[in-house]
């Protein structure tokens, strides 16, 4: 009798170690599924999955995350675009501006995600230390292809996946069918920065450069240095290049909300050139132009305009 009960002890035993066993892997399996690690431009950051309380310096990934339905605790409130102006509103904190960001309200709104771009990217280790911090501003040496990387990442980090994927799909499509558009149309584009009464260039390869690289409109000099604030021009080069189509983009539209690039743009020199002769002096929206671009709902009014703009 004694040895039968020695046998169910140990066998009791083991049953219930088996079950600690089971239980601890269980809780590692979950574990790991909450934690993901996010490779990107200045590092690799570990972070929860579906992170609560997250804090966007950059307005493409805000208007993603918009469009997605996901909700955030606060944003730099100064020069928000006109069509993500809800998060000017009071449920949303004020993390100070897109080049001087309030660490210390950062620090009391204890987030458990910061995304961050361009304009922040020095001051990444300081965001470290408040919360993990990830890049995603978008290289315009490959824009559709750090965009798309951009947006996969915000679908594994929020489970949206699959809806990440139907909208690229959708954005693909659209910029085949421009391309097409563009190539049939043989027609050259100059794209040029309004700012005040100074005008710059951009062309392949830099911060408006999409128009070209992706979209496929010829450039109408395709020797322009490519850099973030552009190659500055005067209004007898404009009329040398002589584009088929200007696009503008109104710089003191976007900071100041006054427009003022018609008047700088349409003078007496200007007003020579095809683009202007055939109604083809473009102003692009700067909200999406200037302030934001790299979201799901920016690119697609990109997309959307230019393709308007071609007759």
């Not at 208007?63 to 006109?82: R, W």
């Not at 954005?171 to 710059?200: G, M, P, Y």
């Not at 100041?256 to 929206?285: C, M």
């Amino acid at each position: 009798m004694k040895k039968v009960l020695a046998l169910f002890v140990v066998f009791a035993l083991a049953l219930v170690g088996t079950a600690c066993n089971n239980s601890s892997q269980q809780g590692q399996t979950q574990s790991s599924e909450e934690n993901i690690t996010v490779e990107h431009q200045l590092g690799k950051t570990e972070l929860s999955r579906n992170p609560d309380k997250v804090v966007v310096f950059d307005f493409g990934v805000l208007d993603t995350l918009d469009q997605l339905g996901i909700e955030v605790a606060a944003l730099p409130k100064s020069n928000v675009p006109n069509y993500l102006s809800k998060y000017e509103g009071n449920n949303y904190e004020n993390a100070g501006t897109l080049k001087e960001p309030d660490f210390e309200k950062l620090s009391e709104i204890n987030p458990d995600l910061i995304i961050i771009s361009g304009r922040q990217q020095d001051l990444y280790q300081e965001f470290q230390k408040i919360a993990p911090t990830i890049f995603m501003g978008v290289d315009y040496n490959d824009f559709m292809g750090s965009f798309e990387k951009n947006m996969q990442t915000l679908g594994k980090i929020f489970g949206k996946e699959k809806e990440i994927e139907q909208e690229l799909v959708t954005i693909r499509s659209s910029i085949e069918n421009l391309k097409q558009k563009a190539a049939a149309s043989k027609k050259t584009a100059l794209i040029v920065l309004a700012n005040d009464n100074k005008v710059s260039a951009y062309g392949p390869k830099s911060r408006f450069g999409l128009i070209h690289d992706v979209f496929g409109l010829t450039a109408a000099d395709s020797s322009i240095n490519a850099s973030t604030h552009g190659q500055s021009i005067s209004f007898e080069y404009i009329v040398e290049k002589n584009p088929d189509y200007l696009y503008v983009v109104d710089r003191s539209a976007a900071v100041t909300k006054k427009a003022s690039a018609k008047q700088t743009i349409e003078n007496e020199l200007v007003k020579k050139t095809k683009a202007y002769q055939n109604g083809n002096i473009v102003y692009l929206d700067p909200n999406i132009w200037y302030l934001s671009g790299g979201g799901l709902q920016s690119v697609s009014e990109m997309i959307s305009e230019i393709d308007k703009s071609m007759k």
